[in-house]
């Protein structure tokens, strides 16, 4: 399996930024899949998840935000931010887990994913 991201770049406060996440070499069924960020000097943190069957998890940080949207046909994953801040600056992984998860509290630890993109940075000035 692979995850290809992509659609960082450096943006200015408030601004918007949509990142895309297609998955490849499939060999294993994909039920989760998400975004998290790691910030300079900080651990990696969850962002936001959807499941196989449309259920969306998002950190506290950003509900209201951002929107993750799933695309199962294409097995892809974006993530559209607004109202960017500067503490949103922070390389961005997708990632897809094949464990299953029924109910909340669903795939929002890193534990919970079995691969991962290779990160896409995303840069918000003041």
């Known amino acids: 399996v692979q995850l290809q991201a992509s659609g960082g770049g450096l943006v200015q406060s408030g601004d918007s930024l949509r990142l895309a996440c297609v998955l490849s070499?499939?060999?294993?069924?994909?039920?989760?899949m998400g975004w998290f960020r790691q910030a300079p000097g900080k651990d990696r943190e969850f962002v936001g998840s959807v499941s196989n069957y449309g259920v969306r998890t998002y950190a506290d940080s950003v509900k209201g935000r951002f929107t993750i949207s799933r695309d199962n046909a294409n097995d892809a994953v974006n993530l559209q931010m607004n109202s960017l801040k500067p503490e949103d600056t922070a390389v961005y992984f997708c990632?897809?887990?094949?464990?299953?998860?029924?109910?909340?509290?669903?795939?929002?630890?890193?534990?919970?994913?079995?691969?991962w993109g290779q990160g896409t940075l995303v840069t918000v000035s003041s």
């Open positions: 070499a499939r060999t294993i069924s994909v039920i989760g």
């Open positions: 990632a897809s887990s094949s464990q299953l998860c029924l109910g909340s509290g669903c795939y929002d630890d890193l534990d919970e994913f079995d691969y």
